[in-house]
């Protein structure tokens, strides 16, 4: 089946300094969606990316899709505390799949 | 906050019981999709209520079932629950447009099993 992995599993970053996360499939996507879950919290909703080699931007986070649709990033620079916790990716396989396959997460610490 | 709400918030059964969780989905949501994530990993996908109908399912076993209402609540229901069923599960609702659209998620449901 499909399964999404991520890299790395923790990163602890000094406050200000840039973080990256990237996710791999091992199918190519229709979408790939980017949630972050603060400790104790539940995920919630970053952005989606749907078109092979898209970047978008939301401030200081910036999201890829690369262009076989199989791997995505997100990036932030100059981190700050209130970006602590957990990203995951999740992709969808197939248009009207509604199965969203979450990736393993990269869990980010920010030391002040 | 996302209009999902999920009940009850934290739950301990023994193994062999059987539980029901519950979720209310965001207004104008008549999409529901449960997830099961232990701790330390990301959400894996149970189900997904369309309509009342189940539109998809992930590799859980046949004592994970589930219901949605006419309202598009929907709840989740495991049977002879074993040690490995702790986790958190979460709730999301979406409105889905070709499948391309977010889910939101409710704050969970905490389920241990002793």
């Known amino acids: 089946g499909q399964q999404v992995m991520q890299i790395p599993q923790y990163q602890h970053v000094q406050e200000g300094e840039d973080f990256t996360t990237y996710c791999n499939s091992s199918t190519t996507l229709s979408n790939i969606q980017w949630y972050k879950q603060r400790p104790g919290g539940h995920p919630v909703f970053l952005i989606q990316?749907?078109?092979?080699?898209e970047v978008k931007k939301q401030k200081r986070l910036t999201f890829q899709f690369g262009e076989a649709k199989k791997n995505s990033s997100l990036h932030i620079t100059a981190t700050q505390t209130t970006d602590v916790g957990t990203y995951f990716c999740a992709g969808r396989a197939n248009f009207g799949n509604e199965k969203l396959t979450f990736g393993t997460g990269t869990r980010l610490t920010i030391i002040p | 906050e996302t209009g999902v709400t999920q009940s009850p918030t934290h739950l301990i059964k023994t193994r062999g019981q059987q539980v029901t969780l519950r979720c209310s989905s965001q207004s104008g949501h008549n999409t529901v999709s449960w997830y099961q994530q232990a701790l330390g990993q990301g959400p894996q996908f149970i189900f997904q209520y369309y309509r009342e109908e189940e539109n998809g399912r992930g590799n859980f076993p046949p004592r994970f079932s589930g219901l949605q209402f006419p309202n598009y609540s929907s709840e989740l229901n495991v049977n002879a629950l074993e040690l490995d069923d702790s986790a958190l599960y979460l709730c999301a609702s979406s409105y889905p447009a070709d499948g391309n659209t977010e889910a939101f998620f409710g704050q969970g449901t905490r389920l241990t099993v002793v």
């Open positions: 990316l749907v078109k092979s080699g």
